[in-house]
């Protein structure tokens, strides 16, 4: 199966209970896996879940994970009344109204704007609740994601192929001209010689010596057959339901040396240019190749 790097998905956790959780996760390609999570910083003991959830669904791609808490009950704090403490400030301000004999108006408020005398403490989370939780939108999300990237991968297969049909045609037409081109070769040789030595007959073992050397030389029938056998490699990978990236890049890459080969051995023009719009396509598919995971 053929699945994009580039995707995007979202879910929210039921909103019914205390807290729900905001998870949105965005793909686009790289040559590994490159996850990177931003969550609050008291789930961190969490994260080894996250990822190993991720890499469950994506093995390719750079993956930007953000992921929100929304608490709807503010049970999360705890406050604390320090006794010892506050008994100790009413005894020094005891003692200053006794020492210097000014009005007593200790009161309440006044001892509870003391520091440390009230404070906030934040309870420490239940992290099977919140993995509870948090589970089911981030399973959600990644869901939604590989949806979208599974979308996008069977547009770019649908392309790719038609591109390699157009390929194939080319490669055909490659094909037929390669027998003519030697046969041109040696008519052309033939009226050369008798242009220059102005002479009837033609030493046909001589002839035949010069074309053999040139069809050596420009013979391109392997290369033919090698880049047929990349474009069926090609498309039976694209079947294959496991992540097949790298693969395609590398025959992409073996397509793209025979083709070069035909042009540099090519001696005729009409295979030259097809080469020239084979090249073409084979970028074309290169770049694609690039987003797939």
Same mark, same amino acid.
């Given at each position: ?136 939108? $981030?399973? %959600?999300? +990644? !869901? ?9 991968? =069977? &547009?770019?297969? *649908?392309?790719? #192929? ?7 045609? $080319?490669? %055909?037409? +490659? !094909? ?9 070769? =040696? &008519?052309?040789? *033939?009226?050369? #010689? ?27 029938? *392997? ?30 890459? *073996? ?39």
């Amino acid at each position: 199966m053929v699945n994009s790097m580039t995707g995007f998905g979202r879910a929210i956790s039921d909103e019914g209970a205390s807290r729900s959780f905001t998870v949105e996760i965005k793909t686009v390609n790289h040559r590994y896996l490159d996850l990177n999570i931003r969550m609050p910083r008291n789930f961190m003991p969490l994260e080894n879940k996250i990822r190993e959830a991720i890499k469950a669904k994506i093995s390719r791609g750079k993956v930007d994970v953000f992921i929100n808490q929304n608490v709807y009950e503010k049970e999360d704090v705890e406050i604390s009344f320090n006794e010892g403490l506050s008994d100790n400030y009413i005894k020094c301000l005891e003692k200053i109204r006794d020492r210097y004999k000014v009005m007593d108006d200790i009161s309440v408020s006044l001892i509870a704007k003391f520091p440390e005398v009230i404070t906030l403490e934040k309870k420490e989370e239940d992290l099977d609740e919140v993995w509870n939780c948090l589970s089911n939108s $981030l399973n %959600n999300s +990644i !869901e939604s994601l590989v949806n979208m990237r599974e979308k996008e991968g =069977k &547009k770019l297969k *649908e392309d790719i #192929i038609l591109k390699c049909g157009i390929i194939k045609e $080319l490669v %055909n037409c +490659i !094909e037929g001209r390669a027998s003519l081109v030697v046969e041109d070769y =040696k &008519k052309r040789l *033939e009226n050369r #010689i008798q242009d220059l030595l102005e002479i009837p007959e033609i030493d046909e073992n001589r002839i035949a010596q010069e074309v053999a050397i040139f069809a050596d030389k420009v013979g391109i029938d *392997e290369e033919i057959v090698r880049l047929g056998s990349h474009i069926i490699q090609l498309k039976e990978t694209l079947n294959k339901n496991e992540p097949i990236g790298r693969k395609l890049d590398f025959i992409i890459q *073996e397509m793209n040396r025979e083709a070069n080969t035909i042009s540099s051995k090519a001696n005729d023009l009409e295979i030259v240019n097809s080469v020239i719009n084979i090249k073409n396509y084979i970028e074309k598919i290169r770049e694609q190749v690039q987003n797939i995971e």
